[in-house]
């Protein structure tokens, strides 16, 4: 490690040595992502997204985080894919806070995909917490681009406080938790929680530094989490030992070792149950999970209109 790096491990460090060793850490599961991997068990349908989420919460997870698709298999952000889901998981499980993804244009080869309000309708289902991406990126090895311009960011994350619905702030890259840092400072209601993911081609790296920076990044109070694609439980355990959050799950993880494939989004949450327990961290509750991220109970029985009337701002055609 450089002299730089160790300065700013070190940094990070300082910042959270007041980080009790009982604190609970929140673990999220990220069911089943919007990418298709070549991992045979990753959820495809409505109902194995809804069987995989119920599978992760009832090994543990503190907080779900849902991609929708449709009975075909089709990955959409149509809002009643993803009250169909919530239904369902709410009257299977005693208790799991429901995080839905906003997305951001992904352009395929250059070619834009759907209007920036179709990602963002999984709002009118009205989650506890919700993903704003917070930034631009070269997505993969090809020519994909993931666009997230200021305005749109911006409108998210209004939209979200409008609603009373706590934002993940998404970043891939040192410059989108910047934005990140920003949007969670001027927050009018709960600040959400800062969330790195590390390993993405096109984003920043998985590596000790990089989490360093990231953790001294973050306003004061904010609580904020770290995944990596690669290396994903060796990172995992530094990100509990600076007393950052963490997420698993199929979206996330391909392979548990050379040449084996997660089996499930439980075995997952299972392994990293383990990882916490041996930090000396205990999983959240999700009730726990909501008072760490500033979520308010009430949310989670919104007036009838607000689970199934869009907002005009965010009406779109289904896909």
């Known amino acids: 490690m450089s002299m730089r790096a160790g300065a700013q491990a070190a940094r990070a460090f ?42 992760a919460a009832r090994a543990g997870a503190s907080v779900l985080h849902i991609h929708a698709r449709t009975s075909a298999g089709e990955i959409s952000q149509a809002p009643e894919g993803y009250l169909a889901i919530k239904q369902a998981i709410r009257e299977q499980v005693d208790d799991v806070v429901l995080n839905f993804t906003t997305g951001g ?28 991406n917070c930034g631009s990126m070269n997505f993969g090895f090809g020519d994909d681009v993931l666009l997230n311009p200021g305005s749109l960011i911006a409108e998210v994350a209004e939209e979200l406080s409008e ?20 949007l969670a400072s001027a927050a009018k209601g709960a600040p959400g929680m800062m969330h790195m993911i590390l390993g993405v081609a096109g984003g920043a790296p998985a590596s000790a ?34 007393g950052g959050h963490i997420r698993t799950g199929l979206e996330d993880v391909v392979y548990t070792a050379p040449g084996e494939y997660a089996e499930s989004n439980g075995q997952l949450v299972a392994r990293a149950k383990t990882l916490c327990q041996a930090i000396g961290r205990p999983v959240a509750t999700p009730a726990q999970a909501r008072e760490i991220l500033g979520i308010d109970i009430a949310s989670r029985e919104p007036a009838a209109n607000q689970g199934s009337s869009p907002n005009p701002r965010s009406a779109s055609p289904a896909t």
Request: glycine fraction near 8%; include cysteine; hydrophobic fraction near 50%.
């Open 14 to 55: 300082a910042r959270t040595a007041a980080v009790r060793a009982e604190e609970p850490a929140i673990l999220t599961c990220a069911v089943s992502g919007g990418v298709v991997t070549t991992n045979p068990n990753q959820p495809v349908s409505q109902a194995e997204v809804i069987a995989a989420a119920l599978d």
């Open 105 to 132: 244009q992904l352009a395929t080869g250059g070619q834009l995909g759907a209007p920036d309000q179709e990602s963002r309708r999984a709002m009118i289902a009205q989650p506890e917490l919700a993903t704003v």
């Open 163 to 182: 609603r009373g619905i706590v934002p993940e702030y998404e970043c891939f890259d040192m410059g989108m938790a910047l934005t990140a840092a920003k």
């Open 209 to 242: 530094a990089t989490v360093s920076l990231f953790a001294g990044l973050v306003p004061t109070g904010v609580p904020w989490a770290v995944t990596a694609i690669p290396r994903h439980f060796p990172m995992m355990a530094l990100v509990l030992a600076l």
